[in-house]
T-cell receptor
Framework: DQQVKQNSPSLSVQEGRISILNCDYT??????FLWYKKYPAEGPTFLIS?????DKNEDGRFTVFLNKSAKHLSLHIVPSQPGDSAVYFC????????????FGQGTTLQVKP | DTEVTQTPKHLVMGMTNKKSLKCEQH?????MYWYKQKAKKPPELMFV???????INESVPSRFSPECPNSSLLNLHLHALQPEDSALYLC????????????????FGPGTRLTVL
């Protein structure tokens, strides 16, 4: 049973436009969500996180939105840059999960110059 | 120092070999993790160490043996692996003990690309 889902395996966006990556979860006990970025043959890099008491967190070009009622979060990147091309993983943790991260399957973002 | 380092970067081994993967962090983090990642899949948690003690083992086969010699180091000893164990092995660390906090960013190392022949 996949508790964290990223239903879009890939996304292609033009440089300068907005990239929106989506993530859905099923476990209402999750209360902390994170986004990681991964280049091939490298480890994931932490990007941004949000706790369930917030609905938005912003850090530079990256903004994460959380809709608890819909059990949905999204990562907005604006403006998108070619260097943003990577695999993006959504992850969740929460009570009962002992701080363990449950990862989604990942979305490959390609930003075209 | 905000890095998690892993050695070696690449490792090729036969099914009868014994080898070790090493991970180091100097951020004073209390928890350290081993993950396995196959191509086009998310990282899969293998082991968690909290305060140098093994706190979570995700039913990993005994041919993988973790060791935490001190708070900065984490090893993964490999013996009698199978070709299907070929993967990227990732180490991570986090500030808090995994049992103490849900709000725990994990910082990953670059990984060791393991190939089992």
């Amino acid at each position: 049973d996949q508790q964290v889902k990223q239903n879009s395996p890939s996304l292609s966006v033009q440089e300068g436009r907005i990239s929106i990556l989506n993530c859905d979860y099923t476990n209402s006990m999750f209360d902390y969500f994170l986004w990681y970025k991964k280049y091939p043959a490298e480890g994931p890099t932490f990007l941004i996180s949000i706790s369930s008491i917030k609905d938005k967190n912003e850090d530079g070009r990256f903004t994460v939105f959380l809709n608890k009622s819909a059990k949905h979060l999204s990562l907005h990147i604006v403006p998108s840059q070619p260097g943003d091309s990577a695999v993006y993983f959504c992850a969740a943790s929460g009570s009962g999960n002992t701080g363990k991260l449950i990862f989604g399957q990942g979305t490959t973002l390609q930003v075209k110059p | 120092d905000t890095e998690v380092t892993q050695t070696p970067k690449h490792l090729v081994m036969g099914m009868t070999n014994k080898k070790s993967l090493k991970c180091e962090q100097h951020m004073g983090h209390r928890a350290m993790y081993w993950y396995k990642q196959k191509a086009k899949k998310p990282p899969e948690l293998m082991f968690v160490y909290s305060y140098e003690k093994l706190s979570i083992n995700e039913s990993v086969p005994s041919r993988f043996s973790p060791e935490c010699p001190n708070s900065s180091l984490l090893n993964l000893h490999l013996h009698a692996l199978q070709p299907e164990d070929s993967a990227l092995y990732l180490c991570a660390s986090s500030q808090d003990d995994v049992w103490a906090s849900d709000y725990n960013e994990q910082f990953f190392g670059p990984g060791t690309r393991l190939t089992v022949l």
